[in-house]
């Protein structure tokens, strides 16, 4: 809370969030006239169509107590005490998308494996509508197994991470195919589709060019070839992410550098904006002719874990460009729902509620150009 609090003595301001966010955010008019402030978009999230295309991964938490060091090695021998599986990767910004209250339509493949059973059974408990993923026999499910060990009464930390599944896998013509026929012959076409790339092939460039029709907001979140998908309505890749993408580096006191990299971003995506999450230093806002908005991180200084922090960014984001919002009222509830998440534990999800909740409490800080 210290960051908010020092933004707000700056400026100055009782406002509280809503009105600041007027101010700043802009507001478009629904489709009755009436004017959408942050708050009634969140309150129009529910039941919005949002289509996910991308790769499904499985993140699993393996909990073990600190037992004692080992004498066959210097490693710690832990007792074991649960383990756990959630949707991660495309799976999870489907699983933050449903948090919020939208109807999901997820896209992509998992194996004929008990990963990818699991992720099938994961999507079926949260209503998460599943039709859409095919099921490839020549593809391995990706699990990212994180080990964490603590005290019986301490907060457990992770030590080492497993991942199983190949980068890069192929993806077969025929289940392309058949992902693209599924989300042509949709009878209740998304509103918006996010596109989370991780590397596994399911969501290709070429693919997403297929796509017909065209939904109205596309947003992107690519790991490693985020300038290769052309013609998004907006991408929210990390800072490291664009830097590696340009081969060049920012220093985090250099606005003008960062203004530099989001401005090349979003011409390279040919978007109408981008957006730059930066971790505990918030995100920006590159929208065409306008100057950078930044937003300070928001929450402060409670941090339990940030896995999977990303994926609930694009999905508020994404839902409030499809509940009607404007790029900068989306970013700012993004910016909470991102702020909110790395509060908890896991790979976890934020709901409408919470948002609002956050909004009325503890309105963060207004953005700064
Ligand atoms: N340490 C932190 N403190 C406060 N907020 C954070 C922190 N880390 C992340 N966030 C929030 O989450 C957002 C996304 O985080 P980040 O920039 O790390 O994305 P990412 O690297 O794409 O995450 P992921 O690991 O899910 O891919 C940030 O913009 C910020 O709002
Ligand atoms: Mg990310």
């Given at each position: 809370?210290?960051?908010?609090?020092?933004?707000?003595?700056?400026?100055?301001?009782?406002?509280?969030?809503?009105?600041?966010?007027?101010?700043?955010?802009?507001?478009?008019?629904?489709?009755?006239?009436?004017?959408?402030?942050?708050?009634?978009?969140?309150?129009?999230?529910?039941?919005?169509?949002?289509?996910?295309?991308?790769?499904?991964?499985?993140?699993?938490?393996?909990?073990?107590?600190?037992?004692?060091?080992?004498?066959?090695?210097?490693?710690?021998?832990?007792?074991?005490?649960?383990?756990?599986?959630?949707?991660?990767?495309?799976?999870?910004?489907?699983?933050?998308?449903?948090?919020?209250?939208?109807?999901?339509?997820?896209?992509?493949?998992?194996g004929?494996?008990?990963?990818?059973?699991?992720?099938?059974?994961?999507?079926?408990?949260?209503?998460?509508?599943?039709?859409?993923?095919?099921?490839?026999?020549?593809?391995?499910?990706?699990?990212?197994?994180?080990?964490?060990?603590?005290?019986?009464?301490?907060?457990?930390?992770?030590?080492?991470?497993?991942?199983?599944?190949?980068?890069?896998?192929?993806?077969?013509?025929?289940?392309?195919?058949?992902?693209?026929?599924?989300?042509?012959?949709?009878?209740?076409?998304?509103?918006?589709?996010?596109?989370?790339?991780?590397?596994?092939?399911?969501?290709?460039?070429?693919?997403?060019a297929?796509?017909?029709?065209?939904?109205?907001?596309?947003?992107?979140?690519?790991?490693?070839?985020?300038?290769?998908?052309?013609?998004?309505?907006?991408?929210?890749?990390?800072?490291a992410?664009?830097?590696?993408?340009?081969?060049?580096?920012?220093?985090?006191d250099?606005?003008?550098?960062?203004?530099?990299?989001?401005?090349?971003?979003?011409?390279?995506?040919?978007?109408?904006?981008?957006?730059?999450?930066?971790?505990?230093?918030?995100m920006?806002l590159?929208?065409?002719?306008?100057?950078?908005?930044?937003?300070?991180?928001?929450?402060?200084?409670?941090?339990?874990?940030?896995?999977?922090?990303?994926?609930?960014?694009?999905?508020?984001?994404?839902?409030?460009?499809?509940?009607?919002?404007?790029?900068?009222?989306?970013?700012?509830?993004?910016?909470?729902?991102?702020?909110?998440?790395?509060?908890?534990?896991g790979?976890?999800?934020?709901?409408?509620?919470?948002?609002?909740?956050?909004?009325?409490?503890?309105?963060?800080?207004?953005?700064?150009?």
């Open positions: 809370m210290r960051a908010r609090a020092a933004v707000r003595a700056k400026h100055g301001s009782r406002d509280s969030g809503a009105a600041a966010a007027a101010i700043h955010l802009g507001r478009r008019r629904s489709s009755r006239g009436e004017e959408l402030s942050v708050a009634s978009l969140v309150a129009r999230f529910e039941g919005l169509p949002v289509g996910v295309l991308g790769d499904l991964v499985v993140d699993e938490f393996v909990h073990g107590e600190i037992a004692r060091v080992s004498r066959e090695a210097p490693v710690l021998i832990l007792d074991f005490k649960s383990s756990t599986f959630t949707p991660g990767g495309g799976a999870n910004a489907a699983a933050n998308l449903r948090a919020l209250g939208a109807r999901v339509q997820v896209y992509g493949r998992v004929r494996d008990e990963p990818g059973r699991r992720l099938l059974e994961l999507f079926e408990e949260k209503r998460i509508d599943r039709t859409g993923i095919v099921r490839d026999p020549s593809y391995q499910t990706p699990v990212k197994t994180r080990i964490l060990a603590g005290g019986a009464h301490t907060s457990k930390q992770q030590i080492v991470r497993i991942d199983r599944g190949p980068m890069g896998q192929a993806l077969p013509r025929a289940v392309g195919r058949a992902m693209l026929a599924r989300l042509r012959t949709r009878v209740s076409k998304p509103r918006a589709l996010l596109v989370a790339d991780y590397g596994f092939g399911a969501a290709p460039p070429e693919i997403l297929a796509v017909r029709p065209q939904p109205a907001i596309l947003t992107l979140d690519s790991r490693f070839r985020v300038l290769e998908f052309h013609g998004v309505t907006a991408a929210t890749p990390n800072v992410e664009v830097e590696h993408a340009f081969g060049v580096r920012v220093r985090d250099d606005p003008a550098g960062l203004a530099r990299l989001g401005e090349r971003l979003r011409r390279a995506l040919g978007a109408p904006a981008a957006v730059i999450t930066r971790g505990s230093r918030g920006s590159f929208e065409k002719e306008r100057r950078p908005l930044h937003f300070a991180p928001f929450g402060g200084d409670e941090v339990a874990d940030v896995t999977g922090a990303g994926d609930t960014v694009i999905s508020a984001f994404t839902l409030a460009l499809a509940a009607g919002g404007t790029f900068p009222q989306a970013t700012y509830l993004a910016n909470i729902a991102g702020g909110l998440v790395v509060m908890k534990r790979t976890a999800t934020v709901s409408g509620k919470e948002i609002l909740r956050a909004l009325d409490q503890g309105p963060p800080a207004r953005p700064e150009r």
